[in-house]
Structures are given as C-alpha cells and as structure tokens.
C-alpha cells in the first residue's frame, strides 16, 4: 500500500469513529424529543441531538469520500450492522433518567470540547474545519450539561441521590475515551489526528470542577462500578444496547431502500 | 476587495431574493451564509455557501432556493457548494442584519458584550437567559424582566 492509500485508509478509520461517536448520541438524544421533563429542555435536547447529527454528517460524508468505494453518509449511517460501528461504549448507553442522560452529556461534551479544540490545527483541512466548527457548539452542550449536573447535584436530598448515581453509573465508560491504540498514534504523529490521552487533564479539571460544585464526588472508589473498565467500541465490541439503537435507527431505510421523504 | 465582474454582480443581486427560511427577514447575504459568488470562463455560476450551525435543517432549503432563484434567471447551471472554513460565527452577520433582526424582534447577537442583551420590545437591558437552546439552533430563549416578555436572542457564536 502507498503511503497516500495507508493515509486515506487511516483517515476513513478515524472519521468514522468521530462520526459514529456523533450520530449514536444524536440519536440517543432524540428518544427525549417529547418526553423531556420541561418544555425548553425539550426543545434543548433536540438541538444538541442536531448540532451532533450536523457533525456527523459532514464527518460521515468526509469517511465515504476518504474511503473512495462510493460510499455515502447514509450508507454509512444506515448499512453498516453492530461490529463496524466504532464509536465510544459511552454515547451508546440508555438515557436512563435524566440525571443519567446529563452526567453522559457532560463527559462526553468535555472531551470532545477537548478534542475539537486539538483538532481544529489538524494538518488535514476537513477535519479541522469541521472541529473549529463544532468546537463552539460543544462548549453549548458542556456548559448545558453541567448546569444541570450542579442544579441537580446541588439540589434536593433526592436530585443529589440521583444525580450521584448517574455519575457513578457513567463514569466506567468514561475511561476508553482516553485509550490510544496504533491509529491514533499514526495520526497524532502526522499531525492529522489528536492522541487520546492528550485530553485527559483537560477533561479532568473541567468534570471535576463541575461535580465539586455539584457536591458530587469523582470516581467511584468502592461499590460493583469502581475499578470497572469497559472498553472495545473503537474495535467494534460494544454493549448491548447499541443493537436496539441500530434497529430503530435503521429500520426505515432497509425495509425500504432509496426512501425519501 | 477584488472588484466583482458584472455577472457576479447580478447573480448576488439576484440571490438577495434567498432568504433564510427561519430567519425571513434576513437575506443569506445579511446573514453571511453566501460566502461567494464566481463565475467561470463558460459562464457556469458557483455559488458558495457556509452553515451557521453544523446541523442547521435551513441549508438543504437554502441550497435549493438558491438553486430555483438562479434558474428563474437564467443560469440553469448553477452549482452550489458547501463550505465549513473559516467556520461561520456571528461577526459574518452585517450590520444591516443585526438592524432588520431586532425590527423583526429578535435580539440580535451583540458585537461584544455577551452578557448584555436588550429586550428588542422594550429596550430594557434587564433581561434574563431562560434556556440556551430555542426553536433553533442558532436562537436562546430569553425573557425581558421589565416588560416581562419572553423573546428570542440571536445567541453569540
């Protein structure tokens, strides 16, 4: 393989995990639309659903073009099964309750507020257009997530139970965000791609600020999810509820391919 | 400021008829989503067009009123592409923008304080934030605690 092949090849790998990180939240996100607990949360949640969705798009389009086997965005999206969605375990985990949804909301938001800022000075135009781009949108959604993670840490003897809970219920899936492997460190040595464990201080300082507010601890240190490390979506491995996510997502366009609305 | 060639001249005279389809009172030249106009030797028009937010539903309408503008004029051929860099903020917005946005009102984003917004109705600057996200992307959902109403506020980006 040439060494512009090996690159566009590493490329398609990469843009594709951004992508898929990007969508599986979208759509995550979008089982709120009409059953949030307010109004304007509603109406909050639907758009950071599509401010993600915005993202992966470009990112998914950008993967097929890369990938140069005439793939598009919605083939993409739509045609591949379980073990080639290589997004992180975390954005694929059930709403659960709201405290749930805005602990994963602020660990992902933190680190891709970390992400995007590296890769806005990606060497790769693309992916640095589409990170300067998203990078103001994502700093909407942390500071979003976090308010209500200290409102609701910072609440009530309930909201505070519930709000502990999410984060230690979360916080397992947080540590693959953090994990190279071999495509990351080509990348990162090209200047295209941002070293995972880069972000790590950054996302710590910023989460921990938001939880001390909070009231709320870190890592859990004792109980069934400390020491836990759930890691493989970057492989494919994923939990099992990324399937159900997939059916539902997908459903429409393989019962009827070529559907437009 | 390269000096535009009279065909360019009148495509963006022309797109001054393209709105945007939530923001009607804003051409996409006052909003800054028409990032250029050319045209090449055979007279084939491109026009260039950036998203203000990476998800916002408005540019598959846009594209294609672009598109149905050009071709009430003639240029059948049009082709129009999306941009992402240098990535959209609210300092494209003109001037005459921001005018016609808080007319419409709709408080438009400021050029530097953030903190500060007017209540486009009554022009109190007491004003509270009661959601950072509205009915869209680029809007927040704020409320006047003078007038007591609620408006919206073309947020900073």
Known sequence: ?????????????????????????????????????????????????????????????????????????????????????????????????????????????????????????????????????????????ADHAGGW??????????????????????WPFTHELFEADELTGRLAGAGVGVEPSELATEWEEHVEGVLSEATLQGPPQSGESAGW??????????????????AEMQHLHRSHPGAQW | MVSLGPVESAVREALAE??????????????GVLRDVTVDQDGRVEVTITPTYSGCPAMDVIRGDVERVLAGHGWDNAV????????????????????KLAEFGIAPPGPVAVDLVRCPRCGSAETRLVSRFGSTPCKALRACRRCLEPFEHFKPL
Request: proline residues 3%.
């Open chain 1, 149 to 170: 993670v200290v409102r609701l840490g910072d609440g009530t003897a309930e909201s505070h139970r519930r709000m502990a809970a999410a984060v230690e219920q979360m």
């Open chain 2, 18 to 31: 393209v709105t945007d389809p939530e923001l009607p009172v804003l051409t996409i030249e006052d909003l």
């Open chain 1, 229 to 246: 490390r759930p890691a493989g979506g970057r492989r494919g491995v994923h939990t099992e509820h990324l399937g159900y996510l997939l």
């Open chain 2, 80 to 99: 129009v592409r999306t941009v992402l860099s240098p990535a959209w903020t609210t300092g494209w917005m003109s001037d005459e923008g921001r005018r």
């Open chain 1, 1 to 141: 393989m040439s060494a512009g092949a090996a690159l566009a090849a590493d490329l398609f790998a990469y843009a594709l995990r951004l992508g898929d990180d990007a969508l599986v939240l979208a759509q995550r996100l979008t089982e709120w639309s009409s059953r949030a607990p307010a109004l304007e949360e509603d109406i909050a949640l639907s758009n950071i659903a599509l401010d993600l969705l915005g993202q992966a798009r470009a990112l998914l389009t950008y993967a097929g073009e890369t990938e140069g086997a005439g793939r598009s965005e919605d083939d993409l999206a739509y045609l591949r099964s379980e073990r080639e969605f290589t997004n992180c375990q975390l954005v694929e985990q059930p709403n659960g309750d709201f405290a749930v949804t805005m602990a994963r909301q602020l660990f992902f938001s933190a680190y891709q507020l970390a992400l995007y800022r590296r890769l806005a000075a990606s060497a790769d135009a693309t992916l640095a257009g589409v990170a300067a781009k998203g990078v103001k949108e994502v700093a909407y959604h």
